[in-house]
């Protein structure tokens, strides 16, 4: 092979490794193919200390910092491990309320779930949240992740981020909530498209249609899907 092809290929795989990084560095799954509002808060804020160990920005921004790191430990070109993917997923069981985001992406559907059916649903909700990133890892062309602002209203924070790809300038809103003294993601809302907002319109559309046991056994066999929107 001659310099000429193997500085190609290399550079090649060094874009690869590059789209998967800041793919994951966002943490993805942020929009689907279903248009939707951004997720209100449903409940009033708890009074709660806003003293905690790390503010929400810094979270955000060194949780993003961490899977940049893991993603990019990997061989150019190479499937992620599974050493790596559970290190990210460790990474997002401390950036995310998976409890809250499993509660708020049921909807209205929650409180009609006995007990057991809740705890059920919430490790299937966060696999199906791990698939979707890990699936869609490589592609977007994505160069650079910002960090622009951190605005706190009692127990509620937004951060806001910029992504800037190859074709064009995408806001990335990180929305968390305080809670026992712990600052935690609970949705991500990319170009004005709720993450939380898309699952529960597609969920509310099983259970009425079907049933809140076909969305369990959906959400088991890997149907229950969301695809990123073309074009983010």
Same mark, same amino acid.
């Given at each position: 092979?001659?310099?000429?092809?193997?500085?190609?290929?290399?550079?090649?795989?060094?874009?690869?490794?590059?789209?998967?990084?800041?793919?994951?560095?966002?943490?993805?799954?942020?929009?689907?193919?279903?248009?939707?509002?951004?997720?209100?808060?449903?409940?009033?804020?708890?009074?709660?200390?806003?003293?905690?160990?790390?503010?929400?920005?810094?979270?955000?921004?060194?949780?993003?910092?961490? !899977?940049?790191?893991?993603?990019?430990?990997? +061989?150019?070109?190479?499937?992620?491990?599974?050493?790596?993917?559970?290190?990210?997923?460790?990474?997002?069981?401390?950036?995310?309320?998976?409890?809250?985001?499993?509660?708020?992406?049921?909807?209205?559907?929650?409180?009609?779930?006995? +007990?057991?059916?809740?705890?059920?649903?919430? +490790?299937?909700?966060?696999?199906?949240?791990?698939?979707?990133?890990?699936?869609?890892?490589?592609?977007?062309? @994505?160069?650079?992740?910002?960090?622009?602002?951190?605005? @706190?209203?009692?127990?509620?924070?937004?951060?806001?981020?910029?992504?800037?790809?190859?074709?064009?300038? !995408?806001?990335?809103?990180?929305?968390?909530?305080?809670?026992?003294?712990?600052?935690? !993601?609970?949705?991500?809302?990319?170009?004005?498209?709720?993450?939380?907002?898309?699952?529960?319109?597609?969920?509310?559309?099983?259970?009425?249609?079907?049933?809140?046991?076909?969305?369990?056994?959906?959400?088991?066999?890997?149907?229950?899907? !969301?695809? +990123?929107?073309?074009?983010?």
């Amino acid at each position: 092979m001659s310099n000429q092809a193997m500085l190609a290929r290399m550079a090649e795989a060094r874009a690869r490794l590059l789209r998967r990084s800041a793919l994951l560095a966002l943490v993805a799954v942020v929009s689907t193919a279903h248009p939707a509002a951004a997720d209100n808060p449903a409940s009033a804020p708890r009074s709660e200390s806003a003293t905690t160990e790390r503010r929400p920005i810094d979270l955000v921004r060194g949780s993003v910092t961490r !899977v940049v790191a893991v993603v990019q430990s990997q +061989p150019g070109g190479a499937t992620l491990s599974a050493p790596r993917r559970a290190q990210i997923r460790r990474i997002a069981e401390e950036l995310f309320d998976f409890d809250e985001m499993a509660r708020r992406a049921l909807g209205q559907h929650w409180k009609d779930r006995s +007990p057991q059916e809740q705890a059920e649903f919430v +490790p299937l909700f966060v696999n199906l949240l791990e698939r979707s990133y890990l699936t869609a890892v490589g592609s977007y062309p @994505l160069s650079t992740i910002t960090f622009q602002s951190e605005n @706190l209203s009692g127990a509620y924070a937004d951060v806001r981020s910029r992504i800037i790809s190859d074709r064009r300038e !995408v806001p990335v809103e990180y929305r968390l909530l305080l809670s026992g003294g712990r600052w935690a !993601v609970y949705d991500v809302v990319a170009d004005g498209v709720s993450l939380i907002s898309s699952y529960r319109s597609q969920f509310n559309s099983i259970i009425r249609t079907s049933s809140f046991a076909q969305l369990l056994e959906r959400l088991r066999s890997r149907e229950a899907n !969301v695809s +990123p929107r073309p074009g983010l």
